[in-house]
């Protein structure tokens, strides 16, 4: 069974970056099946998809938020991360990471349990 | 950007009743479609996938249809479990989109 676990800091100062890691269990990043995504849902609001990555590195942006966002994978670690940059309120949302099938199509099977990350002075 | 619309976006329904949700695509996207349930707290779960393929574990009551720029998700016969919040996602390109989501309510 994959699982995938959110971490990172919980509060973010505006116009810092925020900084976010997955990691994975009963799968592999380095597996070339599947791709690694990001999605935040603000409080009471729909999802938003921010962006996912390969084992490779290759990776796709929400043109939003590309200016944004970078997106990293460790094999070795079997985690991926997420820095989003320049944040501000608009950025306080429930992060979650997710697995998605790749060449099988671009949804999500695996989700974290997801993170609240608040944008707050 | 493609856009996604649900509709209703809140439905009062029964346990036993038949229920249908229906998203519409600003443009074609073949059958590259995903539906999911959010319950209150949690991560989403995956329903349907490529319109009509039902994820593995997930009940036959519910089933999905369309192509192009229409689909539906209906849940044949409503039971307790199923009172949640639902989005549909296009994948047909690489700026993934989410419908604004239906919330199903006990009437």
């Known amino acids: 069974q994959v699982q995938l676990q959110e971490s990172g800091p919980g509060l973010v100062k505006p116009s810092q970056t925020l900084s976010l890691t997955c990691t994975v269990s009963g799968g592999s990043t380095s597996s070339g099946t599947y791709y690694w995504s990001w999605i935040r849902q603000p409080a009471g609001k729909g999802l938003e998809w921010i962006g996912r990555?390969?084992?490779?590195?290759?990776?796709n942006y929400n043109p939003s938020l590309k200016s944004r966002v970078t997106i990293s994978v460790d094999t070795s670690k079997n985690q991926f991360s997420l820095k989003l940059s320049s944040v501000t309120a608009a950025d306080t949302a429930v992060y979650y990471c997710a697995r998605d099938a790749g060449i099988g199509g671009v949804f999500f099977d695996y989700w974290g349990q997801g993170t609240l990350v608040t944008v707050s002075s | 950007d493609i856009q996604m619309t649900q509709s209703p976006s809140t439905l009062s329904a029964s346990v036993g009743d038949r229920v249908t949700i229906t998203c519409r695509a600003s443009?074609?996207?073949?059958?590259?479609l995903a539906w999911y349930q959010q319950k209150p707290g949690k991560a989403p779960n995956l329903l349907i996938y490529?319109?009509?393929s039902l994820e593995s574990g997930v009940p036959s009551r519910f089933s999905g249809s369309g192509s192009g720029t229409e689909f539906t998700l209906t849940i044949s016969s409503l039971q307790p479990d199923d009172f949640a919040t639902y989005y549909c996602?296009?994948?047909?390109?690489?700026?993934?989109?989410f419908g604004g989501g239906t919330k199903v309510e006990i009437k």
């Open positions: 490529k319109a009509s």
């Open positions: 443009q074609s996207i073949s059958s590259w």
């Open positions: 990555i390969d084992t490779s590195g290759s990776t």
């Open positions: 996602q296009q994948y047909d390109s690489y700026s993934l989109t």
